[in-house]
């Protein structure tokens, strides 16, 4: 008994120490939270693909009432917005080159003769295709409308389809992003911090004193591997009130389902930053490695791209990228309700990463260094 309790000391004593390194500097208490403002405020307004407003240039060849019907409907869905009013089919090119216009609508002049005589009628829709998310939405939005008229102009339709999109009603874009966000921001900050933690103290000359003092290697894993897990659930936690109160994304989940996948997911990142500060032989060479791996991990992770839309060789390169499975967890967490039975196949490889990497920079730590 008393030997866990002088274990208990020196880890408290340790942790006091790490915690004491990361926030008495000031430029890094900034860094520690200004990011995250940040990038969730960024994410939150500008990472999206919803269109609110599409701005639009209409060509009408026709100008019949048919036409002029038609783009009643388009400019009265409230969404889309005119742009320019072209005159003749030479000045399509300069509409969308000029980004004046996301689309054009060119209305041919037979296309009220051939209504009239119950043909089918050709609108063409000419949109930018330099950015081909919200060209194709903005292509559906079009579509939409023109299928609404024509059911209109014949009389209604027998059989009306009704789209219901689970989790998302609105299928708002920022209802995916942000709680991907949590993670993905957690995943940058722990691992750089448990990536410098050994290698500035190296640098300092105080790691080569820290070892020869009566502390096992074990405790000196375990406190360098709380405070960033510490620091990580602080900065997620702050992002959580951000989105919840600022953007109003409701938390549907459980809390503490949400703060045991994070906990675990940080324990994996510990242990991957540990394992580079270990192997690195300077601060320089671990903020390399840590770019090297946070990148493809956070583009394999699904936080943009589904992974099941990746070549088949990268969607098994996915399968030990912690950030895929906490982004996925997270995502069901907050959107669906998922309990932990449900997200349970996400903590295995996250548990695994973390019992691979952990003992490795232990080993590092007592024969390495």
């Known amino acids: 008994m008393d030997g866990f309790k002088a274990f208990l000391r020196k880890l408290k004593f340790m942790i006091i120490k790490e915690l004491r390194t990361t926030i008495k500097d000031p430029?890094?208490?900034?860094?520690?939270?200004?990011?995250?403002?940040?990038?969730?405020?960024?994410?939150?307004?500008?990472?999206?693909?919803?269109?609110?407003?599409?701005?639009?240039?209409?060509?009408?060849?026709?100008?019949?009432?048919?036409?002029t019907e038609l783009i009643g409907k388009l400019e009265g869905s409230g969404v889309f917005q005119r742009a320019?009013?072209?005159?003749?089919?030479?000045?399509?090119?300069?509409?969308?080159?000029?980004?004046?216009?996301?689309?054009?609508?060119?209305?041919?002049?037979?296309?009220?003769?051939?209504?009239a005589a119950g043909e089918n009628a050709e609108v063409q829709v000419i949109t930018d295709g330099r950015n081909s998310s919200t060209s194709g939405i903005a292509a559906g939005y079009?579509?939409?409308?023109?299928?609404?008229?024509?059911?209109?102009?014949?009389g209604g339709s027998i059989l009306e389809m009704e789209t219901i999109s689970w989790y998302n009603p609105n299928l708002i874009t920022r209802w995916m992003f942000l709680p991907a966000l949590m993670p993905?921001?957690?995943?940058?900050q722990v691992l750089m911090l448990a990536g410098l933690s050994v290698a500035r103290e190296r640098e300092q000359g105080t790691f080569d004193q820290l070892l020869v003092t009566p502390i096992s290697p074990s405790i000196i894993l375990i406190g360098k591997a709380i405070p960033p897990?510490?620091?990580?659930?602080?900065?997620?936690?702050?992002?959580?009130?951000?989105?919840?109160?600022?953007?109003?994304?409701?938390?549907?989940?459980?809390?503490?389902?949400?703060?045991?996948?994070?906990?675990?997911?940080?324990?994996?990142?510990?242990?991957?930053?540990l394992s580079i500060s270990a192997v690195s032989a300077n601060m320089?060479?671990?903020?390399?490695?840590?770019?090297?791996?946070?990148?493809?991990?956070?583009?394999?992770?699904?936080?943009?791209?589904?992974?099941?839309?990746?070549?088949?060789?990268?969607?098994?390169?996915?399968?030990?990228?912690?950030?895929?499975?906490?982004?996925?967890?997270?995502?069901?967490?907050?959107?669906?309700?998922?309990?932990?039975?449900?997200?349970?196949?996400?903590?295995?490889?996250?548990?695994?990463?973390a019992a691979?990497?952990?003992?490795?920079?232990?080993?590092?730590f007592r024969n390495k260094l």
């Open 27 to 67: 430029r890094t208490r900034t860094i520690l939270f200004l990011p995250v403002i940040m990038q969730t405020l960024l994410f939150g307004y500008g990472a999206t693909f919803n269109l609110d407003e599409v701005q639009y240039a209409c060509l009408d060849q026709s100008r019949s009432a048919y036409s």
């Open 84 to 115: 320019q009013t072209l005159n003749s089919t030479n000045e399509i090119s300069q509409a969308i080159d000029s980004d004046a216009a996301m689309l054009v609508i060119n209305i041919p002049p037979d296309f009220a003769d051939k209504l």
């Open 142 to 154: 079009v579509n939409s409308i023109v299928a609404e008229y024509n059911a209109m102009r014949n």
């Open 184 to 188: 993905m921001m957690a995943l940058s």
């Open 229 to 273: 897990i510490l620091i990580g659930l602080g900065q997620a936690t702050f992002a959580l009130l951000i989105i919840c109160f600022w953007f109003n994304i409701k938390v549907v989940g459980s809390l503490f389902t949400l703060y045991l996948l994070l906990f675990v997911f940080l324990l994996s990142c510990v242990g991957i930053g």
């Open 284 to 353: 320089q060479q671990v903020m390399v490695y840590c770019f090297m791996t946070m990148m493809p991990m956070s583009l394999l992770s699904g936080a943009t791209t589904p992974v099941r839309n990746m070549p088949e060789l990268l969607q098994y390169f996915t399968l030990v990228n912690p950030l895929r499975f906490a982004t996925e967890a997270v995502r069901r967490i907050v959107l669906e309700g998922s309990s932990i039975g449900t997200i349970a196949y996400a903590f295995v490889p996250m548990l695994i990463i």
């Open 356 to 364: 691979i990497t952990l003992p490795t920079a232990g080993w590092f």
